[in-house]
């Protein structure tokens, strides 16, 4: 049954177009080309940028933490209370009305001491400040790298520079060092976000960010199995040319450096917009799914790849009117931030809870006109 369902997926009707076999892509008179198996090494290589990641975050990242006056803000502990914490674990992190009146009768505590209590609780659960920059550090290095190296790949090639020189010859292209370990190292990589994404900051788009990195995965993988090559290069260079910026933006956010941030930003939003929105899908998306029919039917690989492209696309629409709503906070004069973030609650006071109470009802535990938030993203 194993060896039916490996002779179905390798089936070369799903992966080459017509007239073509796994045959014709075989390494000869010097010729070298892609074959699955090179992606193995691509696993213990993540493991490896976990490694050097932690080494980097030890290191680098939280000494340059030091050097840019990153600070914690002091953050209150919820005192140990069994019933709470139960309800806090088992049913919802933030408890209605009449969820805050029930605990309050079970636990003993006062209404306002179990909305003090949750906000407390809630503020222990999210990643430091240290933690995001740690974080943020790490991604601004490894996309500045792997944008300065994927534009050395294909800075020279002539199909950076005339879009249907990415089909000539296809799919007999033999494969070149540089794109052989430029594929390796991009596809390591995010095999290393998508195993430690259950540690990393999660914001609210992490369902998003689950989608983008299963997309890519598999974007990098097919277009490597299908021998794209070409066409995969000028993609991941291209996502790579705004992502650094967006992490630089953040570090700056966190050390408070708020013009350097926002500059950044505004950079970042303009290059994201451009190249996102424009290039990919108008160049890089009109030169796969137009250019191939001009050498060849539409076979399943074709449908596939651009199907993912699509889904790949989607998110960056998604991800685009985050940016642009941010981008009016900032034109309006009012502060930019990332609109995934979640945002810290501040600790009030008994008296200020005992105003803000007299002043208008709760609001899913927080007192509707004393719900501040600090900008911590």
Not at 152 to 175: N, T
Not at 256 to 272: D, L, P, Q, S
Not at 354 to 373: D, I, M, R
Request: hydrophobic share 45%.
């Amino acid at each position: 049954m194993f060896q039916t369902l490996y002779s179905y997926f390798w089936w070369e009707r799903l992966w080459l177009p017509a007239n073509l076999t796994w045959a014709d892509l075989e390494d000869r008179d010097g010729r070298v080309y892609a074959k699955a198996s090179d992606l193995y090494i691509t696993l213990p290589l993540a493991f490896l940028f976990l490694v050097i990641r932690h080494l980097f975050e030890t290191y680098v990242a939280t000494p340059l933490a030091g050097l840019l006056n990153v600070k914690e803000k002091i953050r209150l502990k919820a005192t140990p209370n069994a019933v709470l914490e139960k309800f806090y674990a088992a049913t919802t992190k933030h408890p209605k009305q009449a969820d805050v009146e029930m605990l309050s009768k079970k636990s003993g505590c006062t209404v306002r001491q179990v909305e003090r209590w949750f906000r407390r609780r809630r503020n222990q659960d999210r990643p430091s400040l240290l933690k995001k920059f740690r974080e943020a550090s790490w991604r601004f290095t490894f996309y500045l790298i792997a944008f300065i190296a994927g534009m050395a790949v294909i800075v020279d090639k002539p199909w950076f520079y005339d879009l249907r020189e990415v089909w000539k010859g296809y799919p007999i292209q033999s494969m070149l060092p540089s794109q052989y370990w430029y594929y390796m190292i991009e596809l390591s990589f995010y095999w290393s976000l998508l195993f430690s994404i259950a540690s990393d900051v999660k914001r609210k788009d992490f369902k998003e960010q689950i989608i983008h990195h299963v997309a890519t995965i598999i974007l990098i993988s097919f277009s490597w199995f299908a021998n794209y090559i070409r066409a995969g290069t000028l993609i991941m260079a291209l996502h790579d040319s705004s992502d650094y910026l967006l992490e630089s933006a953040k570090m700056f956010n966190y050390a408070g450096w708020r013009n350097t941030c926002n500059n950044i930003f505004i950079v970042f939003a303009a290059v994201f917009i451009v190249t996102r929105l424009v290039i990919l899908p108008f160049w890089i998306m009109h030169c796969t799914v137009v250019y191939p029919l001009d050498l060849y039917p539409a076979f399943f690989g074709y449908y596939f790849f651009n199907f993912m492209m699509v889904v790949l696309q989607s998110l960056h629409i998604f991800w685009a009117y985050l940016i642009i709503r941010m981008a009016q906070k900032f034109i309006t004069g009012k502060v930019v931030e990332d609109e995934r973030s979640d945002r810290e609650e501040t600790d009030n006071s008994e008296e200020e809870e005992e105003a803000a109470a007299k002043n208008g009802p709760l609001s899913n535990g927080h007192p509707v006109l004393n719900n501040n938030h600090r900008k911590t993203d």
